[in-house]
């Protein structure tokens, strides 16, 4: 199996054979046993009781655990003849799991790392991976710290995925597969910066790449990624019957940590996608939304992956909330994806009986929804193109969220106005080819709304002729106001603060202004300042604006995503909403009576012939330094009407059975009641 280049138009590695027509066995309801233990835990498992063991999952309306065969501390768990056992432990310990698990009737996948291993960088220092400057690649690490230093949370050295380490792994991850048979892998860690060890280096000559060209580099080291992860899947026996997961490689867009863009897509190595992300500590409950949406259009079934943690993996002694968990795995099935949490086995290898209390509850209140999720996909005529930056997509996704429109991440290429009914373009797109792509949306009758930077790579002539900008440029003030007018009036009669400035758009006679753009006084410097903040608005306006429609289509030349992302300002929230609104008169689903905090989804199911329609609500708060679930408060007479454009032949509620309330609207919509929403409340619509 040989991976290609990239393809120039889609970005993914094409590779033989990958495409699995079944789909893999996995659980609803996992849980990821973490067991990371250095040599200085002593003797290991030596509480370990099988029956105990897999009794506490079950007892927890757990259906697949992932079991370590081995850590990040390099350690095998089970009697390898290739790989270094932990020096504690006397008994094959991943083999009596994954034997009692099985009897239990559990699903049992095979938990493997990659380039985190410190016991075979250790032994073997050549295997490390390397900056430029021939530098041990580390994570969160200080090369220069004295061994009583204390030591930063997920601090690990990198280890380069090829020459003798690759064949290393490949040889220990075919003994697992041959004397286990798991029923997958999951292959941690695969990610790290570009690397330039000697068989790297010799590799990047060879095909005569730059050291010093970033480009080519990255490039290179998705290669390099690609060979190893398709070596790794054939060492695992990957294929329609035994699920692969190779982590890292489901994120959207590149990370500090290293993470590849999915735009390299290492994706397609997966048979199924985990999606890692731990709320409370990783930037709160909106980001798996968004990524749900964004992998949702590739096709493939989505795994949620959480923890337990109060904060993020390795916590001994961390515990969310019951409420915080329950909410979490509602919303994961919300999203259209399976559900895992993530715990950590303690040294003596008898489960915390208070995490699988906590985790029981809240998978035994999900427990009927099995099979709500398989083949579910957003629908939705509203539309979001990825852009380049995290930032404005996710601030745009939040707003749209807390307005309960639903919205799919779909690549340009793939807009129809028929299925589309407009699109946003919320900051540079990741292809100058968008553009095209988006020129024949409208040609056919799509409406586009574009934010700030969204057209800052936009030909000239396609700026003139699809959106009525003649000229453009960015500007360099520190900020300036928006003065709203026409159909945004009704935002506010002050002069409004923008935290960034806008785009200096010169338009088209025939365009229409809907506010225009105020300079400040003056820039806050050493030399002239104002106050404790931002100098004041010019009187009169500048003849730039702030938001202009051109035909269907309405531009906003300011970073209105990232702005309330990171600011929060009602202004731009609500400038968000209405200008979605206006160019999306007709959602797929409108929604009444339940406050920004809600999150609604729609999924369709085409196999089981049903939509349906999640409502959630609970009340997410900043605590010190992770975001908990507090309040969870009912809320009443929430009413969702949605447009689905086919007949509806029952309502009802999957988690009671009994039918739901709705009527049918003059227009063909359906508007679905909701009595009381604590928490979670579904509307399955039968077709
Ligand atoms: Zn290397």
Redesign the pocket.
Known sequence: MTPSHPQADSGTWSVDGLALTTRPRIGQRQIHLDFHTPAEAGRIGDQFNAAEFAGTFTDAAVDHVNLFAKCHHGWSYYPTELGQVHPGLDFDLFGQQVEACREAGLIVGAYYTIAWSAEDVRRHPEWA??DRNGAPQLFHMDADADPSDPRPIVSWEFL?P?GPYLDAMVAEVEEIAERYEPDGFFFDICFAPP???R??SDGMAELGIDRDDDVATLAYSNE?WANALAALRVAGGVSESRWGSFNGTTRIYGNDEHAPAATSGLHVFNTHLDLEDLPTTWGGYDKLPLRARYFHTLGYDLLAISGKFHTTWGEFGGYKSQRALEYEVRAMIANGARCNMGDQLHPNGVLDSQTYELVGSAYQAVEMMRGHVDGARPISNLALCVSVSEDDDQGVARALLEQHREFVVVPASRLDPSEHQAVVLAAAPTSVDVYESLARYAADGGRILALGDALSECPPDLASSLLGITASQPSTADGDFTAFGGELGHLGAGLAYNYEPGWRHTLHPSADSLGLIHEAFFDRTYGQYFSHQNAPPLVDPTSFAAVHRYNDHLVSAHPLGRLYLRHGAEVHRSLIWSLVEMINPEPTISVHNLPPGGRVTVLHQPEQSRTLVHVLYATVVARGEAVIIDDVVPVSDVKATVRLGHQVTSVVDPLSGRERPHESEADGSLTIHFPTVEMHAVAELRH
Do not use: K, V
Request: glycine letters at 10%; a positive charge.
């Open positions: 991976g390397l380069c090829s690397c330039f060890c068989t790297c390099r």
